[in-house]
DNA sequence: TAAGGTTACGGCGATCGTAACGATC
DNA sequence: GATCGTTACGATCGCCGTAACCTTA
């Protein structure tokens, strides 16, 4: 057994199966493949993979049950070579962070300056994505950490910390019937609502309350950006339902904010990482500046 | 990076950083051992082991950190190898169960009986040894599977399921005057006690009963053994401390047993093995059957 | 000087690449 | 015949063992 056989089954599973593409991704030719894969069945005493003819179609049981330690030991080799890397240069390197519109441009830009005071030489890259997405990049490994509020629980492999709290608002312009009185609702349901795409930024919340309340909700227009969701607001097109954080009130004082945290239930932003996955000293701090900065927010 | 060279640090730790041990234990030459871990640390970019001289005397703080995911690759290459050779005969193998006297001799012969017709084939090796060499064995892979009452809380990386409950009873001749009458520990602490050597089956709650009613014990003998202390308490030497289950009403039926679940709070034996490992359909079943034998106890 | 570690070098074996072949769609 | 996998064979590179050498207790 070696290390490569074993990256080879972590390949092969990647290629459905395909010995000449797993011999490409390995940069070697595919009898090589051929040849390692058979060495490694004859050592383990029986075949990993079902074979219809010479196609490999599926694993036998065999291969399924080591599959687990496969993985285990890819994980590990590639965090050895990480914290090696690591350990040349502490404080120079790359964080991957991948996250939606909204954590980006309202919560993220003062973790992030506070981040590069420390570690200026840290380059940051920052994707954004939609919250499936996210765990994706995570489990590619082209990200090091997701920061999102949907579609994080119950994902297996994932740390999660909860970042921070939040309510949803609406905002209106300063004409319309929603800037005064007070909010329910069901005033809310009698207009056209303009609010985030399913999946994203507490979505779920918003369906939950209106559903709960037996209210049917007009929603006109479902972006995965508030500020799209602004823009048609100022328009007239109807009422913004977006999260509190995304109201700024220099920039949006066009608009009145009207806070619905006695409407609809909180929502919270997680931090989410790979178990099992070595992550850097200085992006650990990076967790450690959202946690800080998530405490200090208050929507 | 090969496994080799990632076994090579595991020996290294195991033989205090001393090389040509190493290459011994790895039946290499001591010089292909010297050269392994040089080409390591060159493929890594920085040493793994401060030297003095050319001794080995520890390990940099990238050696430290890399020593988790280097126990980890070992765990699940052995796991592998366990799987496959399972695998291949999966109702024949070998079971190390590793426990004290007491659990041998008096809980353990039902549930192996019973593990034994389901599993003809399967051999049995058990290993009798103190609570903290139970530990151990597991540690060095000689058992899979330890049955033990006392120190193993608080033991990292093993799993522990407890297995049953139960109360310590005093065995005396019939003519002894504890034989009779209501039983206290002030009453007790008055005759010369036989009991366990520490460590062993409970012997901390004994301890501890005693140490809170401020009473002294005047034990005369330690056994780790329940058969010793019922063969002194026969030749009049004093009052027998043992576990509740440890006396058997027909073959000890010149002795009395008062029990003290009043007095001595309930002691529990644990099943362990270690976390990450893998265990053979076999052993798994062995373990559920501890488990059923242990609920059907009631001492 | 014994014990532990490194360096130099030759030889063997593991593994790769080329290439021809076999099977399956 | 295109795709995919196996087998055969020669070449190469990695790794081991021998052996001489260095260093420190």
């Given at each position: ?12 599973q ?5 010995l ?15 040849r390692q894969?058979?060495l490694?069945e ?10 219809q ?16 330690e496969?993985?285990t030991?890819n ?11 690591d ?27 506070r ?29 090091d ?8 629980d ?9 970042c ?19 909010i ?13 795409s399913?999946?994203y ?9 209106f ?23 100022r ?7 977006i ?5 700024d ?9 009207r ?15 790979l ?15 959202l ?9």
């Open positions: 057994m070696n290390l490569s056989q074993i990256e080879l089954l972590r390949v092969l990647e290629t459905n199966l395909n000449s593409k797993a011999a490409e991704k390995m940069h070697i030719v595919q009898s090589a493949v051929s894969l058979q490694f004859a050592e383990l005493g029986s075949p990993l993979f079902e074979r003819g010479k196609k490999l179609v599926g694993m036998t049981s065999l291969g399924l049950s080591i599959m687990d496969v993985a030991i994980r590990a080799k590639a965090n050895i070579q990480h914290i090696a890397s350990f040349l240069d502490s404080n120079k390197g790359t964080l991957h962070i991948a996250t939606t519109h909204t954590q980006a441009k309202y919560f993220l830009p003062k973790p992030i300056a981040f590069r005071e420390k570690y200026p030489g840290v380059n940051i890259y920052m994707v954004q994505a939609s919250p499936e997405q996210l765990i994706d990049q995570l489990h590619n490994r082209k990200a950490v997701a920061i999102c509020t949907e579609r994080v119950l994902v297996p492999d994932l740390i999660l910390e909860t921070y709290r939040w309510y949803h608002s609406i905002v209106v312009p300063h004409e319309h019937p929603l800037a005064e009185g007070l329910t609702l069901e005033r809310i349901s009698q207009y056209p609502i303009l609010t985030y399913f999946g930024t507490g979505r779920s919340n918003i369906e939950n309350a559903n709960q309340a037996n209210l049917e909700l007009d929603i006109i227009l479902a972006a995965s950006d508030t500020d799209v969701i602004k823009t048609y607001v328009l007239g097109l109807g009422v913004g339902l999260a509190g954080m995304a109201y009130p220099i920039v949006d004082k066009d608009l009145v904010a806070d619905l945290s006695h409407l609809i239930s909180s929502s919270s932003t997680k931090i989410a990482y178990k099992h996955n070595y992550l850097p000293q200085y992006s650990k701090h990076f967790i450690e500046e946690l800080i900065a998530g405490k200090e927010n208050s929507y």
